[in-house]
T-cell receptor, first 112, second 116 residues
Framework: KNQVEQSPQSLIILEGKNCTLQCNYTVSPFSNLRWYKQDTGRGPVSLTIMTFSENTKSNGRYTATLDADTKQSSLHITASQLSDSASYICVVSDYSGYALNFGKGTSLLVTP | EPEVTQTPSHQVTQMGQEVILRCVPISNHLYFYWYRQILGQKVEFLVSFYNNEISEKSEIFDDQFSVERPDGSNFTLKIRSTKLEDSAMYFC??????????????FGEGSRLTVL
């Protein structure tokens, strides 16, 4: 069964600090891995998309890494801002490309 | 900036009633999706739609659910006889279709369904 596991479940950090969120998956055959940011009560917004051949991808202060061999990904947030407070969701697609397997998300709270 | 729009933003209905959730995908997109998120749980795939037919559906998408693209702009999700456990946020999403495996997926703001 395709699964996507994220850790930690929740995280509190001080404004300006960095943090790293983890994602492990068992989706096979693998197509791509996406990180989304979801504000409370809103729809997910795409941060990064990585395919099998990509090891890292950046989007501003967000940097995602992918190790397709170990089936692990991380999302690193640099110099956090209050507006970074949200749920960060790891999403992995199999080769069909249609159905996406969502993780439960990591709830991040950035405090002043 | 183009966006996916969903209506209603919130609907309250009685158990057993029919509900139609509406979505207007981004105009040049070809692939359409419905997802749901029960409060406090992860987002779950329901169905994908391409070329006027369902391309894939999950176990959740049983006979109570149906999707339709009645005209060139709207994409609807119908729940025939709602159950309490259908209470969730329903997200519509669309993708341009240029690259199945890397195309960005754009989500709407969601329609919150509450079944009493």
């Amino acid at each position: 069964k395709n699964q996507v596991e994220q850790s930690p479940q929740s995280l509190i950090i001080l404004e300006g600090k960095n943090c790293t969120l983890q994602c492990n998956y068992t989706v096979s055959p693998f197509s791509n891995l996406r990180w989304y940011k979801q504000d409370t009560g809103r729809g997910p917004v795409s941060l990064t998309i990585m395919t099998f051949s990509e090891n890292t991808k950046s989007n501003g202060r967000y940097t995602a890494t992918l190790d397709a061999d170990t089936k692990q990904s991380s999302l690193h947030i640099t110099a956090s801002q209050l507006s970074d407070s949200a749920s960060y969701i790891c999403v992995v697609s199999d080769y069909s490309g249609y159905a996406l397997n969502f993780g439960k998300g990591t709830s991040l709270l950035v405090t002043p | 900036e183009p966006e996916v729009t969903q209506t209603p933003s919130h609907q309250v209905t009685q158990m057993g009633q029919e509900v139609i959730l509406r979505c207007v995908p981004i105009s040049n997109h070809l692939y359409f999706y419905w997802y749901r998120q029960i409060l406090g749980q992860k987002v779950e795939f329901l169905v994908s739609f391409y070329n006027n037919e369902i391309s894939e559906k999950s176990e959740i998408f049983d006979d109570q659910f149906s999707v339709e693209r009645p005209d060139g702009s709207n994409f609807t999700l119908k729940i025939r006889s709602t159950k309490l456990e259908d209470s969730a946020m329903y997200f519509c999403a669309s993708r341009a279709g240029l690259a199945v495996h890397t195309g960005e997926l754009f989500f709407g703001e969601g329609s919150r369904l509450t079944v009493l």
